[in-house]
């Protein structure tokens, strides 16, 4: 799990698919706090 | 032929790969990862190690780097790159490679001489690693066995991780980018025990001619 504070939490999946998770072998799901 | 060796914070096996670089052609320099200039260089290594702490994932930080946004341009340009182990790794973050590095059939980190096999060829050269099975979707196991993109294979009962298929390497559909999990690097010199790493740098010097 990782915790972070976003200014613009639209951009989270983006941050996903980009750099916290390899979509091509790893699922995520995000949760606002 | 001139070679530049990346080094990022948590590399450990450039100085090999510089020193194998220079057996292979004779010249080779060291690029720090926060360097974006390639100029006089004609191929690259991502070297083995454990680039940015291996933190996220392993290479998952270092594709960031602005090394790396060279070695992109570098690699679309058609000329060599290779990743070795977590150079391997970077690769495939980057998107320069298909399929994913994931941890050890075993999770166990393996240390040992392994025998691969490419194109009826044998080599004998050592790999060390924690997560080194190499992974992709069937579709593009197949894709790359088509294009004849699966570069080297462990020889039969050598698999240390649980690769699929037996993949201990992989090329970009250009055959310019190489990714391989164990480490040539390391078996450049008789002392120990094995120059067969040293045809892979020449493989690699081979996309020049």
């Known amino acids: ?33 | 032929m001139i070679w530049g060796v990346l080094q990022f914070p948590g590399s450990c096996d450039e100085r090999d790969a510089l020193y194998a670089c220079m057996i292979a052609t004779g010249e080779a320099r060291l690029v720090w990862h926060e360097d974006r200039d390639l100029s006089g260089i004609d191929a690259v290594v991502v070297p083995g190690g454990f680039s940015y702490g291996d933190y996220l994932r392993a290479g998952a930080i270092a594709r960031f780097s602005p090394a790396m946004e060279a070695v992109a341009e570098h690699a679309a340009a058609g000329k060599p790159v290779l990743g070795i182990c977590n150079g391997f790794q970077v690769l495939c973050e980057a998107g320069l490679l298909p399929g994913a590095l994931l941890r050890n059939e075993g999770m166990r980190f393996v240390c040992r001489q392994v025998e691969l096999v490419a194109d009826g060829e044998s080599l004998s050269i050592p790999a060390k690693h924690g997560e080194g099975r190499y992974w992709a979707p069937e579709e593009t196991l197949d894709a790359l066995e088509e294009s004849g993109q699966v570069a080297y294979r462990y020889a039969p009962g050598q698999n240390p991780n649980g690769s699929a298929r037996d993949i201990a390497g992989v090329a970009n559909e250009a055959g310019n980018v190489l990714g391989l999990m164990p480490h040539p690097e390391h078996a450049v010199d008789p002392l120990t025990g094995s120059t067969d790493g040293l045809r892979v740098f020449q493989r690699l010097e081979g996309v020049l001619r």
Do not use: H
């Open chain 1, 1 to 33: 799990m990782v915790e972070l504070e976003a200014e613009d939490p639209e951009r989270l999946a983006e941050l996903c698919e980009k750099l916290l998770a390899n979509p091509l072998i790893e699922d995520y799901e995000i949760q606002t706090l």
